[in-house]
């Protein structure tokens, strides 16, 4: 459930309304980036294409690296589990490092076209991410109203953190390189799936802990619904964002916001 409503009625019938929450209470925004922060398109059509594309040079330039060789382990443990729940992944061959780099191509693309959240995948994405930024064939993408949004936020003492299912890298990659300039320097916290899953209360409350305040300080926005309950139950107030018009109208505005300028607009 939300909070009490300590600030004024929302005001529907202007450009932003601000559902019910108690502003009193937040000392820190925990923000998912995925359809919250940026568009869905810039990871299903920019990102994932891309890792997907890069896989196979990048794991045979770095396969004996020890920081590939855990993910590339992992992949292959995991591939075993997917194997025995009956999902048939690619098959994976370990007799020479040439038939391990495809196997686990073939299987990291299996899992990249699944929209797959596994944590080696997330690691290896990561990593190919960074070379890419790091070449300038990508640059992070934000809605235009969140740079202003952050400000606006450490202006008044507020503690950003994020939590997307991306690797921490791929995140502080992602806000690092936003176009209107870095946005990492109003980031206290990045948390992945190393934290714990996104719809499981237990990672809200990590989060809360691994920053020193109370759930009941975090003010969380994402744009899944399954999220917004989890940290609802670990005690966090969440609204849920919907970025596109229709949604909230299907939805109703009551526990919806379209963008981030009624969140402490001043
Ligand atoms: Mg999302």
Redo the contacts with the bound molecule.
């Keep these: 459930m939300l909070g009490p409503a300590l600030h004024s009625a929302p005001d529907c019938g202007k450009i932003t309304c601000v559902p019910h929450f108690d502003e009193t209470q937040v000392r820190a925004i925990l923000l998912?980036?995925?359809?919250?922060t940026t568009p869905v398109d810039f990871v299903t059509k920019t990102l994932f294409p891309y890792a997907s594309r890069k896989l196979e040079t990048f794991l045979r330039e770095n396969a004996a690296k020890e920081e590939i060789r855990t993910p590339l382990e992992e992949l292959r443990t995991q591939r075993g589990v997917d194997e025995q729940n009956g999902l048939k992944p690619p098959s994976w061959r370990d007799d020479s490092e040439e038939a391990r780099v495809g196997s686990a191509t073939a299987y990291g693309q299996w899992l990249i076209a699944r929209d797959s959240k596994s944590t080696p995948l997330k690691a290896l994405q990561g990593r190919i991410w960074q070379q890419g930024y790091a070449r300038g064939d990508l640059k992070g993408e934000v809605y235009p109203d969140v740079p202003a949004a952050f400000e606006r936020w450490k202006r008044r003492g507020k503690t950003i953190c994020i939590y997307s299912s991306g690797s921490v890298l791929a995140q502080q990659l992602l806000f690092g390189s936003i176009a209107t300039g870095d946005l990492t320097p109003y980031i206290t916290a990045f948390f992945d799936t190393r934290v714990g899953a996104k719809g499981e209360a237990e990672s809200y409350r990590k989060i809360a802990a691994a920053v020193s305040l109370e759930p009941r300080q975090f003010l969380f926005l994402?744009?899944?619904a399954k999220?917004i309950e989890a940290a609802r139950a670990a005690g966090m107030q969440a609204l849920l964002c919907e970025r596109h018009e229709t949604d909230a109208a299907l939805r109703g505005s009551a526990q919806v916001i379209r963008d981030f300028n009624g969140i402490f607009p001043r």
């Design positions: 998912d980036i995925e359809g919250t994402s744009d899944a999220e």
